[in-house]
């Protein structure tokens, strides 16, 4: 099974920053693509679905480029709640599929 | 709201014994997934399952492990002979298709001595 790829981090940012994250997946044949969230020792949460014509929930916004099998994920105004580790993930839509994880990349938002 | 359940939250079992991993997934969802995280590594999946039957699994799924649904709540993980390299969090998920999202329970940690 191919990889999800995504930033390393972990990334440091004062509240109400911006911050971006990216992540590359492998498997052309990739239909789902989502944002989940992973606080320490918790169960993964979605945070969004990521779409190809890219979408926006709040302060969160994803991006998809399929041609290039890039997902993004931007974060306005960054809030201490915001930190947590962040996992990109990626599904080949069929039947009882598995969701396949990147590593994540940490965010740690800071007063 | 519903929500997946898992049980026990901890367990310590000895190298060479036998474990069993229960979830309760919501009560109207259709497939169920078992998936595990070693500490500091990534989630990774094992096994879906539709129908009473396995649907797809991992390479970590080997012989050693196995799924039921012994009933019509519970959804069990079974590993036969666990090694120390099994020690992880396992979480149990759920979903109401093939295509909705999966909803995850608190998991268990699993640690092997």
């Known amino acids: 099974r191919k990889e999800v790829e995504q930033d390393p981090g972990p990334f440091n940012v004062p509240e109400g920053a911006t911050v971006a994250f990216n992540c590359t997946y492998s498997n052309s044949a990739s239909q789902s693509f989502f944002w989940y969230r992973q606080d320490c020792r918790k169960e993964p949460k979605l945070l969004m679905s990521?779409?190809?014509s890219g979408n926006e929930d709040g302060r969160f916004t994803a991006q998809l480029n399929r041609a290039s099998q890039y997902i993004s994920l931007l974060i306005r105004d960054s809030k201490l709640s915001d930190s947590a580790t962040y996992l990109c993930v990626v599904s080949l839509n069929q039947a009882g599929t598995a969701l396949i994880f990147g590593k994540g990349t940490t965010l740690s938002v800071s007063s | 709201e519903p929500e997946v359940t898992q049980t026990p939250s901890h367990q310590v079992t000895q190298m060479g014994q036998e474990v069993i991993l229960r979830c309760v997934p919501i009560?109207?969802?259709?497939?169920f997934y078992w998936y595990r995280q070693i500490l500091g590594q990534k989630v990774e999946f094992l096994v879906s399952f539709y129908n009473n039957e396995i649907s797809e699994k991992s390479e970590i799924f080997d012989d050693q492990f196995s799924v039921e649904r012994p009933d019509g709540s519970n959804f069990t993980l079974k590993i036969r002979s666990t090694k120390l390299e099994d020690s992880a969090m396992y979480f149990c998920a759920s979903s109401g298709s093939a295509l909705d999202e999966q909803y995850f329970g608190p998991g268990t940690r699993l640690t092997v001595t």
């Open positions: 990521v779409y190809s």
């Open positions: 009560s109207n969802h259709l497939y």
